[in-house]
């Protein structure tokens, strides 16, 4: 939560006041770099089969650069609360995928954590300053 947090906030800073594209990129380099002595010791069958190399590209663009490069123009466009009651969505989206597509049922705590996002999110909504 708290790290969500901080994602919003400094995101939506970046994305405002300077080149939020750029600034996408020296983080995502610099979070690689910091993570490549950690995760060095496993990455020898990635570069040793140049299949399993362009697939794990493949998964590092569609899963982090992405979504966070659209993640940083949508932020610049709309405002901070539009925003994030449009990804208080992504839980109901990835039930809804996991469910009908990967036939993923899932538990009674995931369902709560659904219910109570949802709930929140219709709480805000109400509040009657709430545009």
Do not use: C
């Not at 750029?22 to 380099?29: F, I, N, P, Q, R």
């Not at 979504?67 to 901070?80: E, F, G, L």
């Amino acid at each position: 939560m708290l790290g969500y947090l901080i994602y919003m906030y400094v995101g939506r800073r970046i994305a405002v006041t300077g080149n939020g594209l750029d600034s996408l990129a020296v983080g995502m380099l610099t979070g690689s770099l910091l993570w490549l002595p950690i995760a060095g010791m496993s990455l020898g069958p990635i570069f040793s089969n140049q299949r399993i190399f362009w697939l794990v590209m493949l998964v590092a663009l569609l899963s982090s650069v992405t979504p966070y490069a659209m993640d940083t123009v949508i932020m610049r466009r709309i405002n901070a609360s539009t925003f994030a009651l449009l990804n208080s969505l992504l839980p109901a989206t990835s039930f809804v995928v996991g469910l009908v597509i990967l036939h993923q049922v899932p538990t009674i705590g995931e369902l709560a954590g659904l219910v109570l996002i949802t709930a929140a999110v219709g709480l805000v909504g109400m509040r009657p300053n709430a545009k």
